[in-house]
């Protein structure tokens, strides 16, 4: 599996900036036990994977290695987190996620030569907004994935669809190992998304000076393949703007998608 390229850029400055406020959705056991009852941690922060404040979901969902969709059996909300409590009595591989979670509007973008650009905001890059572009809406859109196995890992809640902004992998996200090449393939409304950006960040983060994470780009294909060089939780996350789906109340979404998997030694 060497052989495999991986395509990653040097533009780490862009991997602080894009890694910013990123949801993440992590379980307390990656690999639990027949029947065993798990908590899992949804929260926000600039870092992976320390809870910041919560993730507040109409939208969070368990799906079943048979592919169903149920709701959590106990969701509990806090200051800095929410914690989904669920008994895992299924062998195969079970899905945990906030579904897609639309959340504060108000920032404003101007689309110039294809591309968004964020303006009226202290966080916005300098801009000059050419003469008579309209200012467009939006509103954040984000789902955040786990994945948690008994037994054997199964495909059917991997390939059940949530959310516009969408990552298929390519190997499954459960038995990862350090050395391993992880593929996976971005797409957008079932499309492909080429050189589309991305940032792979580990836990423990917070405690190495300058660590802003890996900056990756897809190819012609839609895919990233990076070697998972150290162990332990990752969080892989992509973000982009595109205009919002008819009768939405704003004119753009700036959907965040992230995965949160662990890798062993």
């Keep these: 599996m060497r052989n495999y390229a991986v395509l990653a850029i040097a533009a780490l400055a862009f991997a602080g900036a894009a890694a910013a406020d990123t949801a993440y959705i992590?379980?307390?056991?990656?690999?639990?036990?027949?029947?065993?009852?798990?908590?899992?941690?949804?929260?926000?922060?600039?870092?992976c994977c320390a809870p910041k404040y919560a993730v507040r979901s109409q939208a969070f969902a368990v799906i079943s290695p048979d592919g169903v969709s149920?709701?959590?059996?106990?969701?509990?909300?806090?200051?800095?987190?929410?914690?989904?409590?669920?008994?895992?009595?299924?062998?195969?591989?079970?899905?945990?996620?906030?579904?897609?979670?639309?959340?504060?509007?108000?920032?404003?973008?101007?689309?110039?030569?294809?591309?968004?650009?964020?303006?009226?905001?202290?966080?916005?890059?300098?801009?000059?907004?050419?003469?008579?572009a309209p200012i467009l809406s939006s509103q954040t859109a984000t789902v955040s994935d786990t994945y948690v196995t008994i037994g054997a890992a199964t495909w059917d809640s991997v390939h059940v669809p949530v959310g516009r902004l969408a990552m298929a992998p390519v190997q499954h996200p459960s038995g990862l190992k350090t050395g391993d090449i992880f593929e996976l393939i971005v797409t957008f409304d079932g499309a492909p998304?080429?050189?589309?950006?991305?940032?792979?960040?580990?836990?423990?983060?917070?405690?190495?000076?300058?660590?802003?994470?890996?900056?990756?780009?897809t190819?012609?294909?839609?895919?990233?393949?990076?070697?998972?060089?150290?162990?332990?939780t990752h969080l892989l996350m992509t973000r982009m703007q595109a205009p919002a789906p008819d009768g939405a109340e704003t004119d753009i979404r700036s959907y965040t998608t992230s995965l949160t998997f662990t890798v062993s030694r």
């Design 26 to 47: 992590e379980p307390s056991t990656f690999s639990p036990k027949l029947d065993q009852t798990i908590t899992v941690e949804s929260s926000f922060n600039d870092y």
């Design 70 to 132: 149920h709701v959590p059996d106990r969701i509990e909300l806090f200051s800095n987190s929410s914690i989904i409590e669920q008994k895992i009595d299924e062998a195969g591989t079970t899905r945990i996620t906030t579904g897609e979670r639309l959340g504060r509007k108000g920032g404003e973008y101007v689309l110039v030569d294809g591309q968004y650009h964020m303006v009226n905001s202290e966080d916005a890059e300098p801009f000059e907004i050419p003469e008579g």
């Design 193 to 217: 998304l080429v050189g589309q950006a991305m940032v792979l960040t580990r836990s423990g983060q917070k405690e190495r000076a300058g660590d802003e994470g890996l900056a990756l780009t």
């Design 219 to 232: 190819d012609e294909m839609g895919r990233i393949a990076v070697e998972l060089a150290h162990s332990g």
